[in-house]
């Protein structure tokens, strides 16, 4: 593909070109046609079978989400005076993508309604519990700009669960059962769930039987897997198709039973199934929304609130309402928690040959940790240099339904890219950097050049760009042999430099001993009109920096469909995911932005310092590895799509 011009700036006393001109109206002129047609066309309703009308540009601020559509439509189900919600997430690891849009949802449907929302932690499985999850979720949730009503924890209530648990016993909806995983498997129909159900010989046993049974349970009598509190539903019901009416477990036996909290009190704990419902209830929460996958659990949520009085069978009035959304899924990524541990700590897998032997294989970490720029746990985003309030946006841009968004990382690329283009500073890095020696400029010549953060005047401010004798620009704008569809600087060739005074004309070049050009020789040409403008850093006055550009951890556009088990998914990673620039260099501007947060207004409420690198991309200083005498920067996003992706 030919090299295009790259457009000139706005440099002092030089407006833009006709070119320019004539393109910037001709966008305007389209886009007016396509608001005046959008704005003739009848409204497209829910009544008139249609979807509502699509924004008129990429620009325009979408609708309120919890206004109109599935949100507005869940208030009005149980328009409440004081709404009450919840996020309860497990804290087993490190939060996702996905779980933005569910703290979206939860925070911000109560915000909407002047209500509150809990941050209940669904500590229910002390095997799997590290107090870095809960410390990281609390992290998370404040710095997307929200404060929790209450921080609870499911164990507040592990005593009242229990009685709740022997009140169901007395009420014979709940018994002990001891049958195996496999048996109990074979009870709902087998593997395929479609055979005949049948009741496991524990179910008619005597109340008091199993409420001894119970209490052998809690005391320790049972290990792990030979004992559960069984839920009495609809399991042998001929009509009843749903898999969570089928005699779900409400306790079970954990062997590590130290809890963060509770200590070794307890020997068994409460399941999702039976928690989540109650404490909803404790806590009086008046909407308890989650995504699809809950949606068959309804059922059973109701179910066990009218079992213990804390609902009105098919009402809304009393007891809290579940209601499901569709999650948010980013294709190209990982977002299993399981998977990801992989990518972190290495894995060793097994391999069956042919021969029937096994053979053992050792695959290395693919990532340095959570908060690895190239994951898509939150605090990898976070750490990558994505604003709070952009992620908000994209969450708000998608809407809120019940069907799954599915969303490949170049739409939510492109969204962080607006959000980033109205709110970050302009600098100019040079990732690959070679020395230019402009021969002819004098000690009088050189100069401090006052240039705006933002040429379009969005961001306000401006910063001092020292211009001098030798400057450094990057390698790509440099080649040896001229060709007609390169425009940048080759022997006997004019570039401009941004903001500069005049453009240059190369001389010459000098090598090393491999060929690698070391310096390029220039002299001033002005009056000349350069094809195109590259960014450039003055050589006295550079910051050296490690610039870090991030790709697509696969090359796989469905790393979940790579064979996991076997390790297949390590030959799928993409050896160029991360490409570190040991030697870079920035304009001295980097350390007013680092000392002045004011002059970085991103919306967000951490402490990053982001840019816009011109014709580069969007970076962020990394707070974690950078030092007094190292910055290390993130790359955010490209300036443009990447049409490879």
């Not at 996905?98 to 925070?107: D, M, Q, T």
């Not at 009086?284 to 009218?306: A, K, P």
């Not at 897998?349 to 959570?370: F, L, Q, S």
């Amino acid at each position: 593909m030919a090299d295009a011009p790259t457009s000139a700036p706005p440099a002092e006393g030089k407006g833009p070109s006709k070119r320019a001109l004539e393109k910037a109206k001709k966008k305007a002129e389209t886009a007016a046609k396509k608001a005046q047609h959008l704005a003739l066309r009848p409204k497209e309703t829910k009544e008139s079978g249609g979807a509502a009308t699509p924004k008129s540009s990429a620009s325009a601020e979408p609708a309120n989400i919890f206004a109109e559509g599935w949100l507005k439509r869940v208030y009005e189900e149980k328009p409440v005076e004081q709404v009450k919600s919840r996020f309860p997430p497990e804290p087993n690891g490190f939060l996702h993508i996905g779980h933005c849009k569910a703290i979206a949802v939860n925070f911000g449907f109560a915000k909407h309604h002047k209500g509150v929302c809990f941050l209940r932690y669904d500590d229910t499985n002390p095997e799997k519990e590290e107090e870095i999850y809960f410390q990281s979720i609390l992290d998370i949730i404040k710095w997307l700009g929200f404060e929790p009503y209450q921080v609870t924890y499911s164990s507040d209530n592990f005593d009242k669960l229990y009685e709740l648990a022997e009140e169901l016993i007395r009420k014979d909806k709940a018994y002990v059962c001891h049958c195996s995983r496999e048996e109990v498997n074979r009870q709902r129909g087998g593997p395929d769930n479609r055979g005949t159900r049948y009741a496991c010989e524990h179910r008619t046993r005597p109340i008091e039987e199993s409420i001894t049974e119970f209490r052998a349970m809690r005391d320790g009598k049972y290990k792990a897997g030979e004992a559960y509190l069984r839920m009495k539903q609809s399991l042998t019901d001929p009509k009843e198709g749903n898999p969570q009416m089928w005699d779900l477990p409400a306790y079970r036996v954990i062997e590590k039973n130290h809890h963060h909290r509770t200590g070794d009190k307890w020997r068994i704990y409460p399941t999702y199934d039976f928690t989540h419902c109650l404490c909803d209830a404790f806590e009086d929460i008046s909407h308890s929304m989650c995504t699809t996958e809950f949606q068959q659990s309804r059922v059973s949520y109701d179910w066990l609130l009218e079992q213990l009085d804390m609902k009105v069978p098919g009402s809304e009035e009393k007891g809290p309402m579940q209601r499901e959304y569709g999650r948010l899924n980013v294709g190209g990524t990982i977002l299993s928690k399981r998977r990801i541990l992989m990518l972190v700590e290495g894995a060793t897998v097994e391999k069956k040959n042919a021969d029937g032997t096994v053979e053992k294989k050792v695959i290395p970490p693919a990532v340095r940790d959570w908060d690895d720029p190239r994951l898509y746990t939150l605090v990898a985003l976070r750490r990558r240099g994505i604003p709070a309030q952009a992620l908000l946006k994209f969450v708000e841009e998608l809407g809120v339904t019940d069907a799954l968004t599915e969303i490949q990382p170049v739409r939510l690329e492109s969204s962080i890219r607006r959000y980033l283009e109205r709110t970050v500073p302009r600098q100019m890095l040079v990732l690959d950097p070679i020395k230019v020696v402009i021969e002819d400029v004098t000690a009088e010549e050189e100069q401090e050049i006052t240039v705006p953060y933002d040429p379009k005047g969005t961001i306000p401010g401006e910063r001092t760009v020292k211009f001098g004798k030798e400057v450094y620009i990057d390698r790509t704008d440099f080649r040896e042999e001229d060709s007609k569809d390169f425009f940048r600087l080759a022997p006997n060739k004019v570039v401009g430099l941004y903001n500069a005074p005049f453009p240059i004309r190369a001389t010459g070049f000098s090598k090393d001993e491999s060929g690698k050009v070391t310096e390029i020789r220039a002299v001033k040409a002005p009056g000349e009109k350069p094809k195109a403008y590259i960014q450039w850093v003055d050589v006295a006055t550079a910051i050296p920096v490690v610039a870090r550009q991030y790709n697509s951890l696969f090359k796989s556009e469905s790393p979940n469909t790579l064979d996991w088990k076997t390790g297949g998914y390590a030959d799928d990673l993409n050896p160029e995911s991360e490409i570190i620039f040991e030697h870079a260099v920035i304009e001295r501007g980097l350390k007013d932005l680092l000392q002045d947060r004011s002059l970085n207004p991103s919306g967000s409420s951490d402490a990053l310092v982001r840019f816009q690198a011109l014709r580069t991309a969007y970076f962020c200083v990394d707070i974690k590895d950078s030092t007094e005498d190292k910055i290390v920067l993130n790359q955010i996003v490209t300036l443009r799509e990447d049409k490879q992706k």
